[in-house]
């Protein structure tokens, strides 16, 4: 099964309303409430990162027996240094964005604590795709 | 699904279909879609009732019944105590004394009065303490005092099933207290009835079916609504007769104000959020389970609109049963005498096990099975006008969707569709009438 969502950079009001679908879905499928609270987790960070860091973008949701793949591909300022977005603590994002209660540097590290599989890649000024798998 | 089919919980409620017409109203306000209209009657799914009672106050034939004990149940024990919440005399307002309703309740044949809410002030220590060492991970913690709450967590939000009180309410505390206080006095249990004046369904269910493996000692709950009306046809005809009924009244102000919304927040240290009325706390807990809310340490969900004041077995007005109380409580004594005896009596059976989800699997334990039928209902849903009327005895599309893939509805149940077919020539008149007489009975003749 297959759900596409899109995401507007900066509509905060909006953010959120991907992984509360995903969510339905999963409690209707009778998903474990602990893994579905991983994939709402994880889920809800790299959808905030688009809304908070991006232009835009497309979220695609693989649901099969073995578990759920999410794909989160934006256009945007891609990433430069992805290695240190990973750590703990670090962040770009603007005062604005922080004055929300976004943008403590946890995103990243958050999603790949709670994620099976974990890919991230990265080209800056075009965008950024992140892939993470959690099981069933 | 048929009448009787599901029975794995208590049911508080149930259809009389001598009663019912079919009419759907119960249908469209069902929290979690348990209800539907089969051969024109309503039919309640008990695995996903959570005895909320929406549909009782809704029903304009009463044809819904409160599965309640008989009253006459009590004269079977020796010692007959009745435990009555503070909102009962509420709703008389000034008009009757408490002390002669507390008569009156003698002279219907109980022993023994007491007010429920006396555990209260016990189990403000208990939760303060709970609420300081629970973990991250379970926090904010729930309430476990509305029982229809505990249900709808248990069905619609089982990832929070950790986060609900493992400790008792405090019915069940009061009960606890009198159980041990009357085996300290050598009568014997089999002897002993405790009664419970409830003003809802749901702590109907909560006492005959607890969660959390916890066995309650409550020999019965009476209905409300029945002793209101027992208590004034006495208080008319003036036919109270001699009694010596025990009475205790006197309870703190906290204990008095615990049914009314923010009666558990007040009482408590941390950041407390009170909310009431049921599609406040289910879009509330929404949020809960996206992880939106962050810094709550506890919150007071109850189903009701003002509380229990507003209890579907209430027959005051909500408000002024509210005010009433409020009203008391800002008279009433701080300290409860009798907190000694209850850290002793009460304290190895304060805590329960944790709450189980209510694993519903609405398309089959196969998740392969159950993906291939969810594409299936979002390919229908595409199709379905999408205007939730009602009328093919599902809540709304989504639900009909959900039902005809699973074999309990037939796509022409939905009147656009069967227009469609018909005029495409693959639905027949007679073959549409029947499928409407499926679902709402025959109710013309052609």
């Known amino acids: 099964m297959e759900l596409v969502y899109t995401v507007e950079g900066g509509d905060f009001n909006k953010a959120g309303h991907a992984s ?43 649901v099969d027996e073995s578990g759920i793949r999410v794909v989160l591909d934006d256009e945007g300022p891609g990433i430069p240094n992805i290695a240190q977005a ?8 603007s005062q604005e964005v922080r004055d929300m209660g976004f943008g403590a540097g946890m995103g990243l590290p958050n999603i790949r604590s709670n994620v099976d599989e974990f890919n991230i890649s990265s080209v800056v000024n075009k965008g950024t795709v992140l892939d993470f798998f959690i099981r069933f | 699904m048929a009448e009787g089919e599901h029975c794995r919980y208590y049911r508080g409620l149930e259809i009389m279909t001598d009663l019912c017409v079919g009419c759907s109203h119960c249908m469209k ?79 219907l044949g ?34 476990s005092y509305c029982p229809a709450i505990v249900r709808l967590i248990q069905v619609r939000f089982p990832s929070l099933v950790d986060n609900i009180m493992t400790l008792l309410p405090p019915l069940e505390i009061t009960a606890q207290y009198y159980k041990s206080k009357y085996r300290d006095a050598g009568i014997p249990e089999e002897d002993l009835g405790i009664f419970y004046l409830t003003p809802c369904v749901a702590k109907i269910a909560a006492v005959k ?28 005809n003036h036919s109270c007769t001699e009694n010596n009924i025990r009475i205790n009244e006197e309870i703190t102000s906290n ?41 709550v340490d506890f919150l007071e969900l109850r189903c009701c609109d003002e509380s229990c004041s507003g209890g579907i077995l209430v027959r005051g007005n909500r408000f002024l049963v509210a005010d009433g109380l409020h009203k008391r409580a800002s008279t009433a004594p701080w300290v409860n005498p009798y907190i000694k005896d209850f850290r002793k009596y009460c304290a190895d059976y304060m805590v329960f096990t944790r709450v189980q989800p209510r694993a519903f699997m609405k398309y089959g334990r196969d998740i392969k099975e159950a993906i291939r039928k969810m594409e299936e209902v979002r390919n229908l849903k595409h199709t379905l006008p999408g205007i939730d009327c009602g009328a093919c005895g599902s809540p709304n599309c989504e639900a009909l969707a959900g039902d005809i893939v699973n074999g309990e509805r037939n796509i022409n ?14 639905l027949n008149v007679d073959e549409a009438i029947a499928l409407m007489e499926e679902i709402w009975g025959k109710r013309y003749d052609y």
């Not at chain 2, 429920?116 to 300081?132: A, K, S």
């Not at chain 2, 709950?221 to 046809?233: H, Q, R």
């Not at chain 2, 923010?262 to 706390?281: F, K, P, Q, S, Y």
Request: net charge negative.
């Open chain 1, 20 to 62: 509360s679908q995903i969510k339905r879905v999963l409690k209707q499928l009778g998903v474990p409430p602990d893994i579905i609270k991983r994939v709402v987790v994880a889920m809800y960070e790299a959808e905030v990162n688009i809304v908070a860091h991006a232009w835009r973008g497309v979220i695609t949701a693989g």
């Open chain 1, 86 to 93: 990973m750590e703990k603590g670090y962040s770009t994002a």
């Open chain 2, 29 to 107: 306000v069902c929290p979690t879609e348990a209800l539907r209209v089969k051969g024109g009657k309503a039919v309640i799914h008990s695995d996903l009732c959570i005895d909320c009672g929406r549909c009782y106050r809704e029903c304009p034939t009463n044809a819904i019944r409160v599965v309640d004990d008989d009253f006459d149940h009590i004269f079977g024990y020796k010692h007959r105590l009745l435990l009555v919440p503070s909102l009962f005399y509420s709703q008389f307002e000034d008009r009757i004394e408490m002390n002669e309703i507390n008569r009156i309740i003698g002279s």
């Open chain 2, 110 to 143: 109980f022993t023994e009065v007491s007010p429920v809410e006396l555990g209260v002030d016990y189990l403000i220590e208990e939760m303060n303490r709970y609420i300081e060492e629970a973990p991250a991970d379970s926090r904010p913690v729930i309430s």
């Open chain 2, 209 to 236: 079916d607890p969660v959390g493996g916890y066995v309650s000692p409550i020999t019965g709950a009476i209905n409300m609504d029945l002793l209101y009306s027992k208590v004034m046809m006495v208080h008319r």
């Open chain 2, 255 to 295: 204990a008095i104000r615990w049914s009314t919304t923010r009666g558990e927040t007040n009482a408590i240290r941390g950041v407390a959020l009170a909310i009431d009325g049921m599609d406040n706390v289910m879009e509330f807990l929404e949020k809960v389970e996206n992880g939106d809310i962050e810094g």
């Open chain 2, 413 to 426: 149940n939905c009147v656009f569709m069967q227009i469609a077919n018909e005029r495409r020539g693959t």
